[in-house]
T-cell receptor, first 112, second 112 residues
């Protein structure tokens, strides 16, 4: 079993839809959870950073962490064609870098 | 100058050769990490440098080595290149007081 699992997609949705992206993990020591967006031929761009369980909202994005289920989610409201990218979840044990473990990424296409 | 810059953007090497990739960290960031991202996969942690010392390493052989300089720029060296080393190599920097990393756009290495 991989340490972080993520449905690779591709996921296609119409413009304006609510998108739900998910990751599961096996290491209960993970405390910090991140979502990155990666456009083609670019490096990952940090979208959300959360610590421990609960919800965090930033504009159209909401990150949710359920540590008891080892499950994290990213919701995108009112999705736009510019949201078309690969979304990577990442997690770590500590807050100062060192071995962020990434999921394989979910490719999202938002169709106009 | 802001952001993380990497050079070169692309290069092609022959199996058995050596390669050096370069990274200039974001201003104020004293921690740099290198990741390898194979096609269709999430980034995998290679190692991290803090104040010119390696302070974390992933599951990569010793032929992957690095340096961090006093200005916090960094190099990744790979000796005895293998075909499986073909990937996008990402540099990421952070300050010890922030969460998450800022990634560069990467160097696309092709080994033939």
């Amino acid at each position: 079993q991989k340490e972080v699992e993520q449905d690779p997609g591709p996921l296609s949705v119409p413009e304006g839809a609510i998108v739900s992206l998910n990751c599961t993990y096996s290491n209960s020591a993970f405390q910090y959870f991140m979502w990155y967006r990666q456009y083609s031929r670019k490096g990952p761009e940090l979208l959300m950073y959360t610590y421990s369980s609960g919800n965090k909202e930033d504009g159209r994005f909401t990150a949710q962490v359920d540590k008891s289920s080892k499950y994290i989610s990213l919701f995108i409201r009112d999705s736009q064609p510019s949201d078309s990218a690969t979304y990577l979840c990442a997690m770590s044990v500590n807050n100062y870098g060192q071995n962020f473990v990434f999921g394989p990424g979910t490719r999202l296409s938002v169709l106009p | 100058e802001t952001g993380v810059t990497q050079s070169p953007t692309h290069l092609i090497k022959t199996r058995g050769q050596q390669v050096t990739l370069r990274c200039s960290s974001q201003s104020g960031h004293n921690t740099v990490s290198w990741y390898q991202q194979a096609l269709g996969q999430g980034p995998q942690f290679i190692f991290q440098y803090y104040r010119e010392e390696e302070n974390g390493r992933g599951n990569f052989p010793p032929r992957f080595s690095g340096l961090q300089f006093p200005n916090y720029s960094s190099e990744l060296n790979v000796n005895a290149l293998e075909l499986d080393d073909s990937a996008l190599y990402l540099c990421a920097s952070s300050s010890t007081h922030s969460g998450g990393y800022t990634f560069g756009s990467g160097t696309r290495l092709t080994v033939v």
